[in-house]
């Protein structure tokens, strides 16, 4: 199938309709269809404001990014950018274009498109 690799970056103290935005997204996405997406807690960064933050034990959460990611198509990718549009959520995000299946599908899985030859 064709699509794209759609990767957003939150902080992780960053909240959308009182909870935490990555969780937000994560369950937003589940909502309208998308088949599946993961979240990942940074260990070290920098932004915009060239700020460098690190996990430390010590360190209270908060200052580093969360970074959620999913591979969908086109129009799935739409409709996310689009909720968060609505929400008014600043996030960052990368737009990549993907060619994904799955190998040796389940027969419910949707069928390749466009993929390479069996």
């Known amino acids: 199938m064709q699509g794209c690799f759609l990767r957003f970056y939150l902080h992780e103290n960053q ?3 009182g909870k935490l935005a990555w969780e937000w997204l994560l369950e937003e996405a589940n909502r309208l269809g998308v088949r599946g997406g993961t979240a990942f807690r940074a260990m070290a960064g920098f932004g915009h404001h060239r700020h460098l933050s690190e996990d430390h034990f010590f360190e209270l959460a908060g200052n580093l990014a969360v970074e959620v990611e999913f591979i969908v198509t086109e129009a799935e990718s739409a409709r996310l950018l689009d909720a968060l549009r609505r929400e008014q959520l600043r996030v960052f995000y990368a737009h990549i ?3 994904f299946g799955v190998v040796n599908p389940a027969s419910g899985d ?3 498109n466009g993929g390479p030859a069996s």
């Open 97 to 99: 274009p993907a060619r």
């Open 110 to 112: 949707p069928p390749e």
């Open 15 to 17: 909240r959308c309709r």
